[in-house]
């Protein structure tokens, strides 16, 4: 049963920093990309960053996170971090880990994880 546990989020004023971490079981994780999405109130789900199957895989990012925000995967412990700098009011949402349906982001993401909090607020 594949599952994703996130945790890392809290309150943060703006400028800080926050590291997501979220632990994977279940299936072969070092087959698989995986991504952070989030969710603000009234808004879509958006994906936030991508990382492909391999260690020190191919990235992608969502432009308003470009240049402050960090993916990045431990195949060898079954984790996948997001790192996030100057941290904007914007930025205030619930974030997901995702589980790809192969080793890139082509074929899109199948399995959430329960989200975790991310406040950005003076």
């Known amino acids: 049963q594949v599952q994703l546990v996130e945790s890392g989020g809290g309150s943060v004023q703006p400028g800080g920093s926050l590291r997501l971490s979220c632990a994977a079981s279940?299936?072969?994780?070092?087959?698989?990309?995986m991504s952070w999405y989030r969710q603000a109130p009234g808004k879509e789900r958006e994906l936030v960053a991508a990382?492909?199957?391999?260690?020190?895989?191919?990235?992608k990012y969502v432009d308003s996170v470009k240049g402050r925000f960090t993916i990045s995967r431990d195949n060898g412990k079954n984790m996948v971090y997001l790192q996030m700098n100057s941290l904007k009011p914007e930025d205030t949402a619930v974030y997901y880990c995702?589980?790809?349906?192969?080793?890139?982001?082509?074929?899109?993401?199948?399995?959430w994880g329960q989200g975790t909090q991310v406040t950005v607020s003076s």
């Open positions: 995702s589980k790809g349906s192969d080793g890139t982001w082509l074929q899109g993401f199948d399995t």
């Open positions: 279940g299936f072969w994780f070092a087959r698989y990309a």
């Open positions: 990382i492909t199957s391999a260690a020190g895989g191919a990235t």
